[in-house]
């Protein structure tokens, strides 16, 4: 029995000690929250809207801070979902789930944008009188100033606007303007000329990167101190790292008389915390602390947290994506097509579904189901004796090679995963994981030494399959901001990327997109390995009834009411 | 022999372990057992080691905490030995998909909700003793050993290097005095202006992400070298500092002034005349820098600053362990218990070397006894 306390003791004091160890990275706690009457500031009412519980500070958490708190640069779903009640583009998609959430709608614009000269010419009308959230009035000028700043910060969605004509030369010169795009302060027209029609441009006008900013915008991240607001929300403090804090926008065009089919949201305020710990984050949700995380729970939980709480506080939300293991094309050894295949060969979606504890269904291609376009194949069944064989053929075993991953669960185990997977077929690999606060923007930098191969992965921007296999064009290679991780460059498949997306999406161009993904596939460019489920939890004092998942923003802020 | 111990009022000077001994103890009868029995009780009294050994001896409790300490690093050392012939596995390599079969049993290593499977000891031949790491399988006593060895390997030889840094700056300093003792001095205030585990993680952070280029040293970001010289380099004031204040001491000692006579160059005074009379203290904070080191590895690889993935140290798999504390605290308990049996052991036996080097104590206990030759103890 003495010995027993005795064990009892080391093992309780080693646990004490392991705990208070793990402590050190963990976050601070937030206070309770709950409906309130504060009165909003400015002109305007900026009265929520529906038949909740209006007011209160809704109080949420995300793992790492998103990669900017800009519009014009931000390409994460961190980014997105943050900023999607602070910025209205001209057109937005609609505060909606499931298909009805991909509908476009007139944003800032009065309408959908009038398409003539066969398609190369795109007219809008802003609406009139709407303001930022600091007073100063909208222009039709800040759209173009919104595009151009694209350009200007090398922001990872400027290669959808480089058929804007000019847009090319400036995005090369960053002088003169982009000419292009005409504009009538007065009447608030916008006219667009594109060098080619373009299929997707509707879809384009309604992403984040060209909501409008006041003209006096730095052409730099502004996320410490993010641009004035144009939406139901403005951002009233931005600490890189620790977090944010909205409040209602003053000056919100539906507050004052616009018709924007736009919720305005239902709290008052919202504070979003950096919590790097997730469980910590699941017990504070559990405990009601924090209202909404934007991470899913931790594997570790997440079947926990879905069987206690599905319907209540937790549902399952499948996602447009795909994830994915980019390898470097332009250097060695993945410069090799047989190393390429190699790798999709040994990489295991099995394994890789048990590692997201079943978050993610196992795939081996680029588009995701639920995308047009998508058909189902399978060019590399699981073979790891045929992984090997490519490899010694190749002639590239025990070239050493560097594995990159972020340290957010579970994408930390997949690193590891794959670095085991590239030891076991030959090759010398080691693992880098990096902060995800930054992991995006230091592998998107060609200039990263080392950048061989790694973890990434891709949630839809719009329902088109181009939003996916864009990724792999070619021309769309930059040296900072860059998505195409893999440097994918083949020319004739290039072609066919600008050649559909200058068409409409119908029943022959989705045969001809899921062409291009079995033809990339061939390439190896990527090894996917899986399509993700995300979730959203709440508090018991949140109304999941009416919180939305939009496929594009994933949870709508707006959507989220304090119950009685 | 201790060389102090052939010159004139050698006995005389801190740290010398002979000092103590060489006193004539009268008084309480028990008092009086005990000093004998430092001496062997044969009338024989041996040099200061001897002596020091024969306390130590006596400590029953410090040798015990040697004994694990010497087990622990013996464990590790067979890892080897354990992954290839019981766990048939290494420490890196995961069983995600596999099963065990047992007994007409079949078990998940993995189960399809990620949670790993726990310790099997003998039950599975010995594989996956003490369970597997959480949703990748791998076998948690082959990471546990494995991990034992890289921080011990960082313990150990951080120790060492801060040694040599400590003493080489120390005697320079001390010894020489003057502007070299300025220099050297505030270059250890710049080091100790900074909390140690601020400056180790900054640095662990920076080179964790390039690696280390430094002339001809290239390390690679998940080389263990770079943990090590980052924690050698850090306590380094914490053993100068000490070093330094004694030398200055021992300096103007009368067996410095006869070998300056004698035509002793420096670097012969330094490391031939005060370097042997340091032993005891070095040999102390040595084993003391050992627990320390450990500590502060575990701290910096838990935050992702020390040993990286996929490697493991006991901190990586406590940091591990944490992500799956709520499923499977054993997984942070196991390492967490390494850590503290570890560093617990090298602690009490650092603090019985202490107690068996160090004249001071003795200081204490002849004076409590009222019996001590005061002409043969030195300056406290």
Redesign the interface.
Known sequence: MKRFSFFLL??L???V???A??A??GGGSTTGSGPSTSEPEGEGTPAAEGEGNEGGTLKGAYTSFPDYMDPQISYTAEGWTAMRPVYVPLLTYKAAAEAEGSEIIPGLAKELPKVTNGGKTYTLFLRPGLKYSNGEPIKAGDFKYAVERCFLTNSGGSPFYTDIVGAEEFAKTKKGGIPGIKVNEKTGEIVINLVSPRGTFNNELALMFVAPVPQSTPDEDQSASPPPASGPYMITKSQPGRGWTYERNPYWAKANGKEIELPSGHVDKIEIEIQRNQ?TQVNDVESGKLNWIFDPP???????VKEKFEGTQFTAEPTISTYYFWMNQTEEPFDNLKVREAVNYAV?P??LE?????QIVGTQQILPPGMPGYKKFELFPHDVAKAKELIAESGVKDKEVTVWTD?E??N??AG??Y??VL?EIGLKA?????NPDNYFTVIGNTST?NLDTGFADWFQDYPHPNDFLFLLNGENIQSTNNQNFSQTNVKPLNEKIDKLATELLGPQQETEYAELDEEFMKEAAWAPYGTRTLSLFVSENINLETAIWNPTFETELTSLEFTE | MSPDSEKPGAAAVPGDPGAAARGTVTGDPELVAEVEGESGGDGRQGGPWAIAWRRLRRNKFALFALGVFLLIVICCLLAPVWADNVAHTGPNTTHTLEKLHEGGEVKEVVEPSGKAIGPQFFSAGGRFFLGADGHLGRDEMVRLLYGGRSSLFIGIVAAIITTILAVVLALLSGFYGGWTDTVISRGMDVIWAFPVVLLSLALGIVLAVGGLELGPIHLKSSSLWIPTLIIGVVYTPYMARPLRGEIFALREKEFIEAAVAQGAGPARIMFLEILPNLMSTIIVFFTLNIANNMLLEAVLSYLGAGVQPPSSSWGTMISEGFEALYSQPILTIIPGTAILLTVLSVNVFGDGLRDALDPKSKVRFEARAGTADPDAIGPV
């Open positions: 080391i093992a004091i080693a646990a000690s392991a705990v160890l793990a050190c990275g469980s931790p594997t570790d939980r997440y079947q926990e295991d099995a394994a048990r590692i997201y504890t079943g340290s669960s579970p930390n185990d590891t995963y670095e085991g030891n080691e693992l880098k994981i990096l030494p």
